[in-house]
């Protein structure tokens, strides 16, 4: 069953009356973020009650119908549960060591860990095609593991290694890897989205300029919330819904930007809501129950790889650690905290696994031990790799090393009497 | 575009309306809208959307419709488009060309009449060339779009009404190297884009005065072709470099020092550079004028230059 099919679609109509119809849920409580609100809203809504928001699918121009997704309804097979545990467990395990590493001196710079939101890069990715692409954010190891880059390759990039997925030239926030389609960690904040834009512009365009049928090839784009304040954001939705891009845009709202409340940052905090302001659905899903967010990307992918356009899903997530693991996180409350910890979505599936058998604990406690070895082989393989030599700074900064002052052989161009001699091997 | 179907065409009204300078005119037509792209008042985002389609095997030609309007796509630009080669360890390359019509033009005010290049010319891994005719402007035109490397094209809106006869043959320019323009043995003029033709407006002077100065159109403007200069250098041992970027950072100042790096040696006088003012463009003609480098004030150099000796 789509998880849009409880939308109801009806003929084009003024947007007024439009807005008359929206207008009940539109203006319903907007700043109550399942149940939890950091500091006190500004705006007088705050005396509605606070409360579990639910489940929402809009489009521009449908009469918004709310719709439960309760895990229970949804049937996944084991083997869908094992890959979903399996990544959830690496993505959690290699950040845990990623901070161990931090902390032994190991790797340097700012590194944000993904702790707590493993449910929606699982959810997402993990129903990709390799062909299908994934842009990401600062915080992007994880997106990258569930892309399918090695363990090793991840790890040594932090390292600063030779062997990294980008050489060691990359680092934390800038993870690329062409064979897997992870066009790349973008550090700041906006910046990946119109490129990821662009990434599905190129999908289009192969089908319909280059006539290559088969190309249903669809692109994720991963933000958080604070993005959603941004210009690229809103300027990248108007793009992809006016060209029906094959791209889905993925809020992963963690609810803080650094030391930033979601709310004290935003107008109106359900970003969902900016989908159908844009003509395209808006979703909010929660976050931390890896088959929910699982169902919508279904729907979200599906629709985009069928040609129908783009959709905005957000899906409400935390954080278990700061910003970065130089954030000292002195600014959100403890029960808070607390609240999101007890809805840890690693332990949600693996309770659900249980219970539904699909697999034993016994089954379960493989994988892990499957897990650490991975993570800890990847250390070791880092550990192991050799660091960048001197001789590859200077390679990589032109595609085309003519276009660079520095000739193959190391001495300035205008020392090379074949320098002016052709440019792009036209 | 003919020849390649994963050229395509990204702007403000680059397809319908023909370009804001008709550079672009006919082309949607041809083409289709897909490929000559009409996109909404968002430069940051269709930058960037252009290079990601770059990264994902497209040929984009980004066109600002007012190269100015580029400062907006500054992050795109640099961060993404300059820097994304290197830092994905050589994985993705970023085939793109920026260009669009800049410079000083007549009286459209400062925000108009922006002088780019030397904002451009520090971003790692962003190639810049600057053509000055139409022969130029074609052959280096179809060198950028056939480059991996993103490259950012000079127009300048004062030289969109320039006719000359071009060849019917295919042709492509070497995108690295410089044109002679003027030979001579005296004094090496270096000079690009617009600035040519105040420099070949001197050069009349100049050569009636009796003087003989070589002049070069330096068109690569990262890297330099210091192969060109150089032996120029080592003919003349003079240099005068005449620019209309800004003076403060521009491409004259790091001409210099390049010159001075690798000729010191060869250099009989010291190296003289006529940049345009760190002025805001002003409005008022006779204020424009004076912002930007007139002949008289090259042909005073180079007579101040060839004096001493």
Redesign the interface.
């Known amino acids: 069953m789509s998880a849009f099919s409880a939308v109801k679609i009806l003929p084009a109509q003024p947007i007024s009356s439009r807005h008359r119809r929206l207008s009940p849920t539109a203006l319903a409580p907007a700043n109550r973020l399942l149940g939890f609100s950091a500091s006190k809203p500004l705006c007088s809504s705050s005396s509605v009650v606070a409360r579990g928001r639910q489940h929402r699918a809009v489009s521009a121009n449908v009469v918004i119908e709310e719709k439960q997704l309760g895990s229970t309804s949804t049937v996944i097979g084991r083997e869908e549960a094992l890959d979903m545990y399996e990544d959830m467990a690496l993505g959690r395990s290699f950040e845990d060591m990623c901070a161990q590493m931090y902390y032994r001196g190991k790797m340097f710079g700012f590194v944000h860990l993904y702790n707590g939101q493993e449910a929606v890069s699982t959810g997402f990715i993990r129903l990709l095609t390799a062909r299908d692409s994934v842009v990401s954010t600062y915080r992007d190891h994880v997106h990258a593991l569930s892309k399918g880059v090695p363990a090793r390759a991840v790890m040594a990039e932090l390292f600063g290694k030779t062997t990294g997925c980008c050489r060691g030239q990359g680092g934390s926030m800038h993870m690329f890897s062409r064979e897997h389609n992870l066009i790349g960690g973008f550090a700041f904040i906006g910046e990946g989205i119109p490129v990821a834009t662009g990434a599905a512009f190129s999908s289009k365009y192969r089908r319909e300029v280059l006539k290559e049928e088969k190309c249903e090839d669809v692109t994720l784009s991963f933000f958080g919330d604070g993005t959603c304040n941004n210009g690229q954001f809103l300027e990248c939705l108007n793009m992809a819904a006016l060209w029906k891009l094959p791209i889905v845009f993925v809020v992963e709202n963690n609810l803080w930007a650094i030391g930033m409340s979601h709310l004290r940052a935003t107008s109106d905090p359900e970003i969902w809501k900016k989908g159908p302001a844009f003509g395209m659905p808006g979703v909010h899903v929660d976050g931390m129950d890896v088959l929910k967010v699982r169902e919508v990307a279904r729907e979200a992918v599906a629709r985009a790889r069928r040609g129908d356009g783009p959709t905005l899903v957000e899906c409400e997530t935390y954080r278990f650690r700061g910003h970065s693991l130089a954030d000292p996180d002195e600014l959100r409350r403890p029960d808070e905290k607390a609240h999101y910890v007890s809805r840890d979505p690693t332990v949600a599936l693996k309770k659900y696994i249980l219970e539904h058998n699909l697999a034993t604990e016994s089954e379960l406690k493989v994988i892990d031990k499957k897990i650490d070895d991975v993570v800890e082989d990847a250390v070791e393989f880092a550990d192991s790799s050799r660091l960048p030599p001197r001789s590859q700074l200077l390679e990589n900064v032109f595609a085309d090393p003519k276009g660079f002052g520095i000739g193959p052989d190391g001495k300035y161009r205008c020392e090379d009497p074949g320098f002016t001699q052709g440019t792009a091997q036209v | 575009m003919e020849r390649d ?2 050229v ?1 065409v990204i702007g403000e009204d680059v397809g319908h309306y023909g370009g804001s300078y008709k550079v672009t005119k006919g082309l949607a037509t041809k083409f ?1 809208d ?2 000559v792209l009409d ?2 008042i ?1 430069e ?15 040929r984009p030609v980004i066109e600002g419709m007012n190269m100015g309007f580029l400062l907006l796509a500054f ?2 630009i640099s ?2 488009c300059g820097m ?12 793109v060309v920026i260009r669009g019509p800049g410079g000083v033009g007549r009286q459209l005010g400062a925000e108009h009449s922006q002088r780019l290049e030397s904002y451009f010319q520090s971003i ?2 962003l ?1 810049l060339v600057a053509c000055s005719t139409p022969y130029n402007a074609k052959g280096l035109m ?2 950028a779009i ?4 993103p490259v950012v094209l000079f127009e300048h809106v004062l030289l969109y009404n320039l006719k000359e006869k071009i060849p019917d043959e295919e042709y ?6 410089a044109e002679m323009v003027r030979p001579g043995d005296q004094i090496t003029i270096l000079t690009y884009s617009r600035m040519r033709y105040h420099v070949m407006q001197a050069a009349k002077t100049l050569v009636n005065k009796g003087y003989d100065p070589e002049v070069i159109d330096i068109r690569s403007l990262k ?8 032996n120029s250098i080592k003919k003349t041992h003079r240099v005068l470099i005449v620019e209309e970027c800004m003076r403060t950072g521009g491409i004259g100042a790091s001409l210099r020092s390049a010159i001075i790096d ?1 000729f010191w040696d060869y250099l009989d006088a010291e190296i003289m550079c006529l940049s345009s003012q760190d002025v805001p463009t002003p409005y008022a003609g006779t204020l424009e004028e004076w912002t930007v480098v007139q002949p008289a004030q090259i042909v005073s150099a180079v007579e101040q230059l060839c004096k001493k000796t």
């Open positions: 179907p994963t395509c289709g897909l490929r996109t909404p968002a940051n985002s269709f930058t960037g959307m252009g290079i990601g389609a770059a990264m994902t095997g497209l992050n795109q961060n993404n994304l080669h290197y830092t994905s360890g050589g994985q993705f390359t970023i085939p790692p891994g190639q179809k060198a056939r480059s991996e490397n492509v320019l070497c995108l690295e190297e890297p330099f072709d210091l192969y060109t200069i150089g690798n």
